[in-house]
């Protein structure tokens, strides 16, 4: 078994930086994903292999991991950011996913 | 565009097999792993596995007893099999289309498309 572990909840200001952290063993060489979901939406994925973004991503989404912890980071935060957000890293031939974090815009 | 579609019955009683299938349309099953992903009512996601196009898979741990993925390359189908269901597998079910990368000799595996999911309830 592969625990990752994510704050349940984050707030931010319209505009400010939002830090959501995911904290595993060894993580650092995991190369971890992220994944937005909204309510009532199927996720999306925002970051891959660390700091990947997938086309159409907006740039004010950026990962990075070091240690045992992954970081993603929502520069200038828009209100359209609210929403879960999970970790996810490969471990042991599974795939395992954080217990997801929802970032509120207020 | 590649896009796919779960279906199958939306009630399964305590101790059958829920059985659902994935249509992918916009592109062949020809590379990638294609998996199954659920999320139980209000909480978080959890992977049950994957198969890749030439039919090798690979299943979660703690569901390995239970659960069958294969695929109809043909017709652009795969499909999920889970015996045995209990009220805790009452989730809404993801199909989705992942990849497998290597960096520094460390493999990874990463989903980027997702079907839309469909809610698949365990009740008599």
């Known amino acids: 078994s592969y625990e990752l572990t994510q704050p349940p909840s984050v707030s931010v200001s319209p505009g400010q930086t939002a830090t959501i952290t995911c904290s595993g063993d060894k993580l650092g060489g995991k190369y971890p994903s992220w994944y937005q979901q909204k309510p009532g939406q199927s996720p999306m994925l925002v970051i891959y292999?660390?700091?990947e973004r997938p086309s159409g991503i907006p740039e004010r989404f950026s990962g990075s991991n070091s240690g045992n912890t992954a970081t993603l980071t929502i520069s200038g935060t828009q209100a359209m950011d609210e929403a879960d957000y999970y970790c996810?890293?490969?471990?042991?031939?599974?795939?395992?996913f954080g217990g997801g974090t929802k970032l509120t815009v207020l | 565009q590649v896009l796919l579609q779960e279906s199958g019955p939306g009630l399964v009683k305590p101790s059958e097999t829920l059985s659902l299938t994935c249509t992918v349309s916009?592109?062949?099953?020809?590379?990638?792993?294609w998996s199954w992903i659920r999320q139980p009512p209000g909480k978080g996601l959890e992977w049950i596995g994957y198969i890749f196009y030439s039919g090798s898979t690979n299943y979660h741990p703690s569901l390995r007893s239970r659960v069958v993925i294969s695929v109809d390359r043909p017709n652009n189908q795969f499909f999920l099999k889970l015996r045995s269901v209990t009220a805790a597998d009452t989730a809404v079910y993801y199909c989705?289309?992942?990849?497998?990368?290597?960096?520094?000799?460390?493999?990874?595996?990463?989903?980027?498309?997702w079907g839309k999911g469909t809610t698949v309830t365990v009740s008599s």
């Open positions: 996810q890293a490969w471990d042991s031939s599974t795939a395992w």
């Open positions: 916009g592109d062949s099953i020809s590379s990638d792993y």
């Open positions: 989705a289309r992942g990849a497998v990368t290597s960096t520094s000799g460390y493999f990874y595996y990463y989903v980027h498309v």
């Open positions: 292999q660390n700091s």
